[in-house]
């Protein structure tokens, strides 16, 4: 008799004592059919707590055996609590376990089927029906009888119990008369995982449109053999998650597709919500077949009638087999490493791995709250509730692009709406898609239309007020505290530029990681360059840091354009760091329409194909959007520290050769004059009047994105070339100097250009990698660090910080948490931008932009 165990569950053995349980077990542990750790045993567990196995109370009077037959029982009650949670804990981890225990009692037998189905474990009952006799034999050969009244009564329990375990539930049963006629087979790894050494394509819904499925096919790499059958030339696979048939116009042809391919090894596919209605629809049940699910059922009748019975038949037998053995869910590996999920609709993280009637129902239909007016499912986010690190890729609910979202991505780009169809590539991480030739489903609600319809719905403001996490493909997860983002609700509530247009928010920026090696320096380039040379990077560019206040610019081909991206007719919007509106309403429209007549006037909407373009800039001059602060802080400080200096120097000039120690005095009096000189200096070089828009300078850094694209993986020199041609296109537009770094006589020259420019009062420089996005090892690294002159400093740190021991004190200064803040908030800004060219929902890129003024609300040193 051969038995097949599952993958993982739990394995009841029942039967009398002296059934030979434990030694067919201790058989099975030596041949290596089973782990030690897999057996749970009520003896040992009774050893384990009480330090005995058996505890014999015959022979002695009745209050003795009284009191050791409930010491017994007591030892019992704690080895059986003590198995239970072994047992729980083993199923939670999906582990395969047998218990070795008599079971003889519907009780004893129920609470683990109902932990089984609790935990989405199969549950298994092996029966070791045993003969009296034998049993009574047995019991004089052991160490410790249980007595021949005792094994009389358990097998008159078992014998009356035997008839209903068959109606308790088990998953399967078996009554074992003989164990050394019995051989257990073991799966040697869990069925649904699926090695992704060679490759997986994850292909989702395809819903009948096989056209476009073999054309994605081909543009994977797969072609067709002598035999009929798509093989890849790298020993790849391909992976449905499901839906592949219903609403679309080759169901047929589409499952006979998978039927070959499935059974030849060289393809798999998921369950699914049509895939489970058509299977039960041909097995003969009463189901309504609509939703596109009739136009299955016209194709099969349409089989019939030109192929007639026996074909159609055999047909209807191949599919039933594929749709009946496909899995709820795939776990793919790499080397042995379980690593993703591919699943229809959703998954919880405790169901991976495992499998039930409850998880192929979530996984069919994801985490349904009941139906809407017209019937459909209301949706809830299973997403949010996802934490392992295992990535799951999904479809079923069609979005217009993949998705991304908290270590998740939606596959179902609605092909059948006239949308695509989309493969992920496993491990690579990429996707390839193709565009649907029609919209094939024709319904009123195509679901594309209405996201797009819907794209500039207001948020939730409350999926956001205790906190959360944000996806980015450049850092990971970013989490946001409850503590950061309540500020941030506020402020986009009240002060910021609306919502829709609140599209990207710039990152904070690091300085030097180390203090400056090099004497009278706070900030010096070299700490700059070292950092990067220690992560590998070679190339960098250094680029002049204008003193002014950060801006972003959105400005838009025409109106109608702005009205299809943000829902508003505008030619463009301004605003700052904080969200805010940069300008005035009338001066804002006025550097607008400048900018955008020369921006058409020189052609470039329609040379890029774009319907805007996005802008990180720098406005100057700083007194632009930073009067207040200038007169209220630095022009008063400067004032009044030149106004009582000049007094003390001239007190002290009568004084200077009449009196011991005055010299010394002086002289330290006269150079801290000459730094409040420095100081007011410093500032007054980043302000000048402003009278009309001609005296204002827009430098434009980075050009982020167009409405198709964005530009994160140029270089810095790419961008900079872009800076200089907008200051060719308009004198408002400001061109950037920048030197590139790639050897130590180009180092020299930058270090030299920043100590001129800085002497001569300009803010400092900025070094970035060649590359705006650069990674090492998979990690982030700073995309830029500035480095700041000595006379500018004395704005942050006071006209008195380069005295010895000023200097001393602030070179202790801590950079890192500036430096993590400066990673997350690039992601966050990137990841952003990505879902906004993406036109996803406002929601979806609005949270990235909370999330870095959140970022912003944390505690950190102003003056870095």
């Avoid at 050791?68 to 083993?90: G, K, V, W």
């Avoid at 009047?689 to 434009?700: G, H």
Wanted: with cysteine; charged share 30%.
């Amino acid at each position: 008799m051969q038995i097949q165990l599952p993958h993982a569950g739990i394995i009841l053995l029942v039967g009398p004592s002296n059934s030979g349980k434990s030694t067919w077990l201790k058989r099975l542990i030596e041949n290596e059919t089973i782990l030690p750790s897999e057996v749970v045993s009520s003896d040992d567990y009774r050893k384990l707590v009480g330090d005995v196995e058996h505890i014999d109370w015959k022979g002695h009077p009745s209050d003795e055996a009284d009191a050791l037959y409930e010491a017994y029982q007591d030892i019992s009650t704690e080895a059986f609590t003590l198995m239970t949670s072994l047992i729980e804990a083993r199923a939670r981890l999906n582990k395969l376990t047998i218990i070795d225990a008599t079971h003889l009692y519907a009780s004893d037998r129920k609470k683990y089927i109902e932990l089984a189905r609790r935990l989405h474990q199969p549950v298994y009952a092996l029966v070791l029906d045993i003969d009296q006799v034998t049993l009574l034999e047995r019991d004089q050969q052991r160490d410790f009888p249980r007595g021949g009244r005792r094994v009389k009564q358990q097998v008159q329990v078992f014998n009356r119990e035997k008839r209903s375990m068959k109606r308790e539930g088990f998953d399967q049963l078996h009554i074992v008369a003989d164990v050394e006629k019995v051989e257990l087979v073991r799966p040697m790894d869990n069925p649904l995982h699926i090695s992704a050494d060679h490759g997986i394509d994850v292909i989702g819904d395809i819903h009948g449109c096989f056209d476009e499925f073999i054309e994605l096919l081909g543009r994977l790499g797969y072609s067709e053999n002598e035999e009929g059958l798509y093989v890849h030339p790298e020993g790849r696979t391909f992976l449905s998650l499901g839906d592949i048939m219903s609403r679309g116009p080759k169901s047929l042809e589409t499952i006979r597709f998978f039927v070959r391919h499935v059974e030849a090894g060289l393809a798999n596919m998921i369950d699914s919500n049509h895939g489970w209605k058509v299977l039960r629809w041909l097995e003969g049940r009463n189901v309504t077949m609509k939703h596109g699910d009739e136009l299955f059922v016209e194709e099969f009748n349409v089989f019939e009638e030109e192929n007639g019975a026996e074909l159609t038949e055999a047909l209807r037998s191949s599919i039933k087999r594929l749709l009946k053995n496909a899995p709820s869910h795939y776990v793919l590996t790499k080397h042995d490493i379980p690593t993703a999920v591919c699943v229809h609709a959703g998954i919880r993280d405790e169901f991976i791995g495992k499998s039930s009637r409850d998880i192929s129902d979530f996984c069919r239909y994801g985490d349904n709250d009941g139906f809407d007016d017209s019937g459909k499912p209301i949706r809830k986010d299973w997403t949010v509730q996802h934490h392992s690190k295992m990535l799951i890729i999904w479809g079923h609910d069609p979005r217009q692009r993949p998705l991304r979202l908290n270590q998740t991505i939606n596959i179902d780009q609605g092909v059948v709406f006239g949308g695509n169809l989309t493969a992920f590539r496993y491990p690579e991480q990429t996707f390839v898609q193709v565009e649907a030739n029609q919209d094939y489903a024709q319904v009123d609600d195509n679901p594309l239309v209405t996201l797009e319809a819907k794209r500039l719905d207001p948020p939730n403001i409350g999926k956001f007020m205790n906190g959360y996490t944000v996806e980015t493909e450049a850092f990971g997860a970013i989490h946001v505290s409850k503590e950061t983002i309540e500020p941030s609700i506020d402020l986009v509530s009240h002060h910021t530029v609306p919502l829709e247009e609140l599209v990207y928010i710039p990152p904070t920026m690091s300085p030097t990681p180390k203090p400056a090696a090099e004497a009278g320096y706070l900030e010096h380039p070299d700490e700059a360059i070292a950092y990067y040379r220690e992560h590998g990077i070679t190339r960098l560019i250094a680029e002049k840091k204008h003193m002014g206040s950060r801006a972003i610019l959105l400005v838009f081909k025409d109106e109608d354009a702005a009205e299809r991206t943000i829902g508003r007719r505008t030619k463009g919007i301004i605003y700052t760091r904080s969200g805010r509106r940069f300008f005035e309403s009338e001066q804002e429209l006025e550097v607008v329409t400048r900018l955008h007549q020369s921006l058409i006037s020189h052609e470039y909407f329609t040379t890029h194909q774009t319907e805007f373009v996005l802008l990180d800039a720098e406005i100057l001059p700083w007194n632009l959007k930073a009067r207040d602060l200038i007169r209220n802080q630095y022009a008063h400080v400067a004032e009044q520290a030149l106004l009582d200096r000049e007094q003390l120097k001239h007190a002290l000039e009568s004084a200077v050769d009449r009196v011991e120690g005055v010299c010394d005095w002086y002289t330290e009096v006269n150079q801290k004059l000459e730094q409040a000189e420095t100081f007011k200096q410093a500032f007054q070089t980043y302000c000048w009047d402003v009278e009309d828009i001609n005296a204002i300078k827009i430098a434009p850094f980075h050009v982020l994105a167009h409405s198709e694209e964005t530009f994160f993986d140029k270089t810095h020199e790419w961008h900079m070339g872009m800076n200089q041609r907008f200051a060719d296109m308009d004198e408002l537009f400001l061109a950037t100097e920048y030197r590139l770094i790639e050897d130590a006589d180009t180092a020299n020259d930058v270090i030299e250009w920043w100590k001129a420019m800085t002497e001569e009062g300009h803010e400092g420089i900025v070094i970035k990698p060649d590359r705006f996005l650069t990674q090492v090892d998979g990690k982030l690294i700073q995309p830029a660090i500035k480095v700041r002159g000595r006379k500018y400093l004395s704005i942050i740190y006071g006209m008195d910080y380069l005295e010895p021991e000023n200097l001393k004190r602030l070179k202790k200064r801590n950079v890192s948490k500036k430096q993590k803040l400066a990673l997350r908030e690039f992601a966050l800004g990137m990841e952003g931008i990505k879902r906004f060219v993406h036109r996803e929902p406002l929601e979806r890129y609005h949270e990235c932009v909370l999330a870095t003024l959140a970022m912003e609300a944390e505690p950190v040193d102003p003056r870095l």
